[in-house]
């Protein structure tokens, strides 16, 4: 086996995005263009000679050809060792967990995440530190720089290796684990939750719960924790084998991309409880019968109730939140005297504050919620908490909601996505924003009196760095807010995000239909960024 030095030209277009780089199929097929970014990784980094790398996926489409390439990369590059989920399967927090648990240099993660797979689909890779968390701007910013100007990659010439066999293998002088997906996972779960009270629910016949998967990455990890581990029957988890095109559905999990669930919840003979995750596992959406939980009111739902969590009953060091994600929290934070932090989106903004114990749980509107057990947002985690706290609290979901809402007030929620925009117009209508905003400080629109606008800029607290343009915000004396994002996931065109968020403390109003609740902030979303004339839709493509 010897190592080939390819030669090569850069690719202009490898910047990672919220959550690395992500392209349709079609381009990460295109000769050498994986392999160029794997090599600007490589060549960012210090220090990773004989050290372990974690490498694993969500199976879609492309995954294994992908590992192949990479295995090898990692060899010729000087690795010790290679850490990879079996048939190349390991969710996002699975291989955060892993990363962890064994000291590895770091990982390499691959999925576009909620983003649709197969032949005609997406791709993405992403790069994760030692901490077991997303790669920092400056480590993404490096890796990007690298790309530009990258000339050759390093590859052994080498058969593939079996991916299908758990065991210890060679390629070359390195060596390779194929670990079962699962298995680590599985045992830091059964160490934050009381998953003896959580059996006893499962099994008691007065509760019955519905798990979809998606066809996505959390399938085998669902079926094991849920039904194998905790005793709920056969057929709990629903949609549970991963597939390569995610039986060409999007696994997102919100109302509109959910449906087989929503369906269920939401019909005759509901379950008590239904929850679901998107493709790489590190999302959720939870439902009670008959009732979605918004992510953002999750979150600060799952801080309130921490106590009754083993793994944190010990109260908890402070909260963080993304800064288009609802205040919610931020009352929790203020009642339990704990700090509330606001950064920007994407998860690589938390690892800081977790990693300095200043934050335990974490959450993004986005259907993301985690804590310091690992460095990623987590999916089948915010399951088993809501899960912990049901079988304590022997309440409905909907209960539990509303008795949340009238102690701390109802944060109304929505956040309205117009997809496929044209990128220039996009692009002029956050530089309109941009300079609008400041100047909208005492304007008036209807009831609403703006007290503050600007580009959120965030300061890490803990080591220094500066992120700017992190999203247009309009803010209300009452509290409400208007936020308008471009999507840093997307590979076609741009998506425009409007974040809608205004606050009810009057329990006798806190049973509106979020988009009845919201409807003088969204006209004025339309009035101040124009959207029917920027995005040519009369309406938004997704809302959630
Ligand atoms: C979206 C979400 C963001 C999340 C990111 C990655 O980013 O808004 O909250 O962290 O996806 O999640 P954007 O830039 O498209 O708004 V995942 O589950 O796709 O890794
Ligand atoms: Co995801």
């Given at each position: 086996?010897?190592?080939?030095?390819?030669?090569?030209?850069?690719?202009?277009?490898?910047?990672?995005?919220?959550?690395g780089?992500?392209?349709?199929?079609?381009?990460?097929?295109?000769?050498?263009?994986?392999?160029?970014?794997?090599?600007?990784?490589?060549?960012?980094?210090?220090?990773?000679?004989?050290?372990?790398?974690?490498?694993?996926?969500d199976?879609?489409?492309?995954?294994?050809?992908?590992?192949?390439?990479?295995?090898?990369?990692?060899?010729?590059?000087?690795?010790?060792?290679?850490l990879?989920?079996?048939?190349?399967?390991?969710?996002?927090?699975?291989?955060?967990?892993?990363?962890?648990?064994?000291?590895?240099?770091?990982?390499?993660?691959?999925?576009?995440?909620?983003?649709?797979?197969?032949?005609?689909?997406?791709?993405?890779?992403?790069?994760?530190?030692?901490?077991?968390?997303?790669?920092?701007?400056?480590?993404?910013?490096?890796?990007?720089?690298?790309?530009?100007?990258?000339d050759?990659?390093?590859?052994?010439?080498?058969?593939?290796?079996?991916?299908?066999?758990?065991?210890?293998?060679?390629?070359?002088?390195?060596?390779?684990?194929?670990?079962?997906?699962?298995?680590?996972?599985?045992?830091?779960?059964?160490?934050?939750?009381?998953?003896?009270?959580?059996?006893?629910?499962?099994?008691?016949?007065?509760?019955r719960?519905?798990?979809?998967?998606?066809?996505?990455?959390?399938?085998?990890?669902?079926?094991?924790?849920?039904?194998?581990?905790?005793?709920?029957?056969?057929?709990?988890?629903?949609?549970?084998?991963?597939?390569?095109?995610f039986?060409?559905g999007?696994?997102?999990?919100?109302?509109?991309?959910?449906?087989?669930?929503?369906?269920?919840?939401?019909?005759?003979?509901?379950?008590?409880?239904?929850?679901?995750?998107?493709?790489?596992?590190?999302?959720?959406?939870?439902?009670?019968?008959?009732?979605?939980?918004?992510?953002?009111?999750?979150?600060?739902i799952?801080a309130?109730?921490?106590?009754?969590?083993?793994?944190?009953?010990?109260?908890?060091?402070?909260?963080?939140?993304?800064?288009?994600?609802?205040?919610?929290?931020?009352?929790?934070?203020?009642?339990?005297?704990i700090?509330?932090?606001?950064?920007?989106?994407?998860?690589?903004?938390?690892?800081?504050?977790?990693?300095?114990?200043?934050?335990?749980?974490?959450?993004?509107?986005?259907?993301?919620?985690?804590?310091?057990?690992?460095?990623?947002?987590?999916?089948?985690?915010?399951?088993?908490?809501?899960l912990?706290?049901?079988?304590?609290?022997?309440?409905?979901?909907?209960?539990?909601?509303?008795?949340?809402?009238?102690?701390?007030?109802?944060?109304?929620?929505?956040?309205?996505?117009?997809?496929?925009?044209?990128?220039?117009?996009?692009?002029?209508?956050?530089?309109?924003?941009?300079?609008?905003?400041?100047?909208?400080?005492?304007?008036?629109?209807?009831?609403?009196?703006?007290?503050?606008?600007?580009?959120?800029?965030?300061?890490?607290?803990?080591?220094?760095?500066?992120?700017?343009?992190?999203?247009?915000?309009?803010?209300?004396?009452?509290?409400?807010?208007?936020v308008?994002?471009?999507?840093?996931?997307?590979?076609?065109?741009?998506?425009?995000?409007?974040?809608?968020?205004?606050?009810?403390?009057?329990?006798a109003?806190?049973?509106?239909?979020?988009?009845?609740a919201?409807?003088?902030?969204?006209?004025?979303?339309?009035?101040?960024?124009?959207?029917?004339?920027?995005?040519?839709?009369?309406k938004?493509?997704?809302?959630?």
């Amino acid at each position: 086996m010897t190592i080939q030095t390819i030669a090569t030209q850069p690719f202009l277009d490898q910047k990672p995005g919220t959550s690395g780089l992500r392209k349709q199929v079609q381009v990460f097929q295109k000769p050498h263009y994986l392999q160029n970014f794997v090599q600007a990784i490589f060549d960012s980094l210090e220090g990773y000679q004989g050290q372990t790398l974690v490498v694993g996926g969500d199976g879609r489409y492309y995954n294994r050809e992908a590992i192949q390439i990479i295995l090898k990369m990692a060899a010729a590059n000087g690795f010790g060792r290679v850490l990879v989920g079996r048939g190349g399967i390991l969710s996002t927090p699975a291989a955060s967990c892993v990363i962890r648990k064994y000291g590895a240099f770091g990982g390499i993660i691959l999925s576009a995440s909620h983003n649709p797979g197969g032949p005609d689909g997406d791709f993405g890779i992403k790069y994760n530190i030692s901490n077991g968390g997303p790669a920092p701007e400056k480590v993404t910013e490096a890796i990007y720089a690298r790309s530009k100007t990258i000339d050759r990659y390093l590859v052994l010439d080498a058969p593939d290796i079996d991916l299908d066999k758990t065991g210890i293998l060679t390629l070359g002088e390195m060596t390779v684990e194929v670990i079962d997906s699962v298995s680590d996972y599985a045992q830091l779960m059964e160490s934050l939750f009381d998953f003896d009270r959580i059996r006893e629910l499962l099994t008691s016949g007065r509760f019955r719960m519905c798990m979809d998967s998606l066809h996505a990455v959390t399938g085998p990890y669902a079926h094991r924790i849920f039904e194998q581990q905790l005793g709920a029957p056969a057929g709990t988890v629903q949609n549970g084998v991963p597939l390569e095109d995610f039986g060409g559905g999007h696994p997102d999990p919100n109302l509109v991309y959910a449906h087989d669930l929503v369906e269920v919840l939401y019909g005759d003979n509901a379950p008590d409880f239904g929850a679901a995750s998107d493709g790489d596992g590190d999302r959720n959406m939870v439902l009670g019968r008959r009732f979605f939980v918004t992510p953002s009111d999750s979150l600060a739902i799952l801080a309130a109730n921490a106590k009754l969590v083993p793994g944190y009953r010990n109260g908890l060091a402070g909260i963080a939140r993304s800064m288009p994600t609802s205040q919610a929290p931020d009352r929790v934070a203020a009642q339990l005297g704990i700090d509330c932090y606001e950064t920007p989106t994407g998860w690589k903004f938390f690892g800081n504050l977790l990693d300095a114990d200043r934050a335990t749980l974490c959450g993004e509107e986005s259907f993301g919620t985690g804590s310091n057990h690992i460095r990623e947002k987590d999916g089948l985690w915010a399951v088993l908490f809501w899960l912990n706290i049901l079988a304590v609290r022997q309440q409905p979901v909907e209960e539990i909601v509303r008795e949340h809402w009238k102690t701390y007030g109802r944060n109304y929620y929505s956040r309205h996505d117009y997809e496929g925009v044209d990128s220039d117009r996009a692009n002029t209508m956050m530089t309109n924003l941009r300079s609008l905003a400041p100047t909208l400080k005492g304007k008036t629109f209807g009831n609403y009196t703006v007290e503050y606008g600007d580009d959120f800029s965030y300061t890490d607290p803990v080591d220094g760095s500066v992120s700017q343009k992190q999203g247009i915000r309009i803010g209300f004396t009452d509290g409400s807010r208007v936020v308008f994002r471009l999507s840093g996931t997307g590979t076609q065109g741009a998506t425009v995000r409007v974040y809608l968020e205004s606050y009810e403390p009057d329990p006798a109003k806190q049973d509106q239909d979020p988009q009845v609740a919201l409807a003088d902030l969204i006209a004025i979303a339309e009035e101040v960024a124009q959207l029917r004339a920027t995005t040519g839709m009369d309406k938004p493509t997704v809302i959630t």
